[in-house]
């Protein structure tokens, strides 16, 4: 019996932990099993394992300060304690500013904000997922207090000017804080908090998105940013962070970061490999579109919406022939409803329910790419001839449409 080999195009999703990260991670399940707080000679190279971990982390974010570096369980949790926290330590400020196209973790905490009597702009996107620097600076009051807004998408991989904009709310009033999720660009795309992104208060990311382990995230918190602790407990985390350190995944995102500079070169690789299948697609599949052509994008990410099929279809027929990939419409958890995000794009409805992520990593190798760009476009075909809207003779929609 035959066996399909596996090809893992759903990175955006979370990534395989790395075998050096896994490595790293395996003293602490064993001998340096010790709770880093504890005054005992074995705990403390526990806890200064920990240190060495948020230097390391703090390098690779750019960050004056390794006390800038809060340890927390994920990217969810971060901006959670982001946006909470800083709403908790300026009661007097009541308006915040975010997009439409956020990730949940954002956009549900900013609708609960909105519940606790808070104004809150979601600003919109035009079709190539960019937010108009206009709309932007008109959005900023003198009640702001924070603006979050993501530096890449998980969608569409569609990346933002967060420097730019975290610079514009700092010229205009130097008390609004300035929050990215920076969890779909952390190790694809160089990050500064020193040089490029002097002006970015809190910055979230997490592990899993960058071959660390599921469990383990990171708060960015700029020296002075006012920001009260939401899980309140221990000592931890320079009181900023209730709870025992989960030494074991927080020394194995250090090892991930640290992997992620050497595999800096990698990424044109990815791009080169991405752009060339987006091409190639774009070329004998008709009807097609792809989110975020145009703009600067992760270099790893390809989102395209195929007319007249159904996104949760392709996936499945995807996961016959061995391509783990994901769709942009929520059919695959269950719900009609497309993604938030391509309804703020304006995709046209007939595509809206047909589109598919593929999103690679720096393991992503060329014989993988050349086997997607093999497979999709029968696996649209095959949708296609069974679709009620599609045209066989002319291999285009209906003319009754």
Known sequence: MSTVQLIYADNNATT???PEVAAAMQPFFGPAFYNPSSMYEPALSVAEAITT??????????????????????????????????????????HIVTSAVEHPSVLEVCKEMQRRGYEVTFLPVDRQGQIATADYVRALRPDTLLVTLMHANNETGVVWPVGDWARIAKETDPGIVFHTDATQSAGKLPLDLTGAWPHVDL?????????APKGVGVLYVR???????????????GGRRGGTENVAYIVGLARACDLAVEHVPDMARIAALRDGLQDELRQVIPHVEINGDGVERTPNTLNISCHYIEGEAMLYELNGRGICASTGSACSSGSLEP??????????FTAMHGSIRLSFSAYTTAAEVRRIAEVFPRVVANLRRMSPYWDQKTNGPRATL
Do not use: D, W, Y
């Open 339 to 348: 993604s938030h995000v391509l309804k703020a794009l304006s995709v046209p």
């Open 16 to 18: 395989a932990v790395a």
């Open 203 to 211: 910055l979230s990311l997490s592990g899993h998105k960058m071959h």
């Open 223 to 237: 020296r002075g940013t006012p920001l009260r602790p939401t899980l309140l407990g221990g000592h931890q985390e």
């Open 53 to 94: 971990a948020r230097q390391t982390v703090a390098a690779f974010l750019g960050a004056a300060e390794p006390t800038e570096v809060l340890f927390t369980s994920c990217a969810t949790e971060s901006n959670n304690a982001a946006i909470f926290g800083v709403a908790s330590a300026t009661p007097s400020r009541k």
